[in-house]
C-alpha cells in the first residue's frame, strides 16, 4: 500500500479545504492548523489531524467565542490560539432573553435532525429545525429512529416527507449496523455532520454506532420515560468523533426548545410552496389570515394546502420577526438588522 506525502492530507480528512486555506498570509506558515473538539468553560480541546490536544487561549478571549467544529491557528511552541478562521457554516440557535446566541456546531455539511417514531415526534419542532439548518446554508436530513418500537413507520416517513421540498429522510434502528450503511453517503472522507435532537430519540446510540468504539469510549445512553417517551439527557456537552467512512460528526446535547430569530430565508425554503403561491396574492404585504384575493387562502379551501401547515409557518414567521433584533433607521423609523453572512 502506498502513503500520500501530501503534508495536508491528515488535515483533509479533518475536513481542511480550500476554503480554510485561502485565508492563510504568509506570517501564518509557522502556525498548526487545528480544529476545536470541545468548547469548556475554560479550556479548548483540538483535532490535529494525529490526536487531541488541549490548548490555550490569549489573555482577555473567553472559549464562549467558539464552536465545536471551527479551525483555529495555533502556535506549536506554546500551544496558544492565535486566530480563529472565517466559518464556512454555523449552526447557532437563539436563547431566552438577550443572552449571546448559542454556538452549537461550526463548518457543518450536514445535520442529521434525529427525532424517534414515538410520542417525540412532532412535526412543528422538526420544522424548527429546519430552519435553523436551512439558514446557515447546511444540508438538513432527518433521521427516524426506535422503527422497531412501531408497527407501521409510514405515516411518521410521509409526514416528514411533507414538511420540506426535496427532504432526506432515512429510517433508521440505531441499534443495528445497517444503520452505517444507510447514513453513509453523507458521512464520507472529511465530511462533518451535526446532530440535533431531542434527549431521548437515540444520538448517542447512533454516535456509537457511526465511530465504531470500543465498549470503553461510547457515549453514555439512557432510558426513555414510559409515561411521556420524553428522553433524559446523557450528552452534556457538544465534541467531535471521528466516524466510519472517514467523516466527523459533532454530537449536541437533547434540545427541546428550539426559538427561532433572524431566520427569515430559512422559512422561505421550509414553507417555499406558500412562498410561491403568495407570488399570486392580490395584496403583496398579504397575511394570508383575511385578505380578499388571497391565494393562500384559495389553496386552503381547494385543498391542495392543509390549514395545519399554514397555521404553523404564521406562527414561525410572527416568532421570527418579533425575535430578530430591530435597529433604529433613519428619522426614528425601524429598520431589520441585516441577516448576517452565514460564512462567519
Not at 38 to 53: D, I
Not at 139 to 147: A, N, R, S
Request: glycine fraction near 6%; proline fraction near 5%; hydrophobic fraction near 40%.
Amino acid at each position: 500500500m502506498t502513503h500520500s506525502s501530501d503534508p495536508s492530507a491528515p488535515l483533509a480528512r479533518l475536513g481542511w479545504s480550500s476554503y480554510f486555506a485561502n485565508q492563510l498570509a504568509p506570517a501564518d506558515a509557522d502556525l498548526a492548523k487545528m480544529r476545536i473538539a470541545t468548547v469548556h468553560r475554560s479550556r479548548l480541546t483540538v483535532e490535529t489531524g494525529a490526536g487531541t490536544e488541549r490548548i490555550g487561549l490569549p489573555e482577555g478571549v473567553s472559549t464562549m467565542a467558539f464552536a465545536v467544529g471551527d479551525w483555529v491557528l495555533v502556535d506549536p511552541a506554546t500551544m496558544v490560539l492565535v486566530r480563529r478562521l472565517e466559518r464556512n457554516t454555523l449552526l447557532e440557535r437563539r436563547t431566552e432573553g438577550d443572552r449571546p446566541r448559542q454556538l452549537i456546531a461550526a463548518n457543518v455539511d450536514t445535520v442529521f435532525i434525529v427525532t424517534s417514531c414515538n410520542d417525540d415526534f412532532n412535526p412543528a419542532r422538526l420544522e424548527r429545525y429546519l430552519a435553523m439548518a436551512n439558514e446557515a446554508g447546511i444540508v438538513p436530513v432527518i433521521v427516524l429512529t426506535k422503527i422497531d418500537m412501531v408497527a407501521d413507520t409510514a405515516p411518521y416517513l410521509s409526514q416528514t416527507k411533507a414538511l420540506q421540498r426535496d427532504l432526506d429522510v432515512l429510517l433508521v434502528n440505531a441499534k443495528l449496523p445497517e444503520a452505517v450503511q444507510i447514513l453513509a453517503p453523507w458521512c464520507g472522507l472529511g465530511q462533518t455532520i451535526a446532530l440535533v435532537g431531542s434527549s431521548g430519540v437515540g444520538k448517542s446510540t447512533l454516535l456509537n454506532m457511526l465511530s465504531d468504539k470500543s465498549p470503553e469510549e461510547v457515549q453514555p445512553t439512557g432510558p426513555v420515560r414510559a409515561s411521556d417517551d420524553k428522553g433524559r439527557h446523557t450528552t452534556t456537552s457538544r465534541s467531535l468523533h471521528a466516524i466510519v467512512g472517514g467523516g466527523w460528526v459533532i454530537d449536541t446535547p437533547g434540545m427541546r426548545t428550539v426559538q427561532v430569530s433572524d431566520v427569515s430565508s430559512g422559512l422561505d425554503v421550509l414553507f417555499a410552496e406558500i412562498v410561491a403561491l403568495a407570488h399570486d396574492c392580490r395584496f403583496r404585504d398579504c397575511t394570508h389570515a383575511v385578505e380578499p384575493g388571497c391565494a393562500v387562502q384559495a389553496a386552503v379551501a381547494a385543498g391542495t394546502l392543509d390549514q395545519a401547515r399554514l397555521d404553523r409557518w404564521s406562527k414561525l414567521s410572527s416568532e421570527n420577526s418579533t425575535n430578530t433584533r430591530q435597529l433604529s433607521g433613519p428619522r426614528g423609523n425601524k429598520a431589520t438588522k441585516a441577516r448576517r453572512n452565514k460564512r462567519q
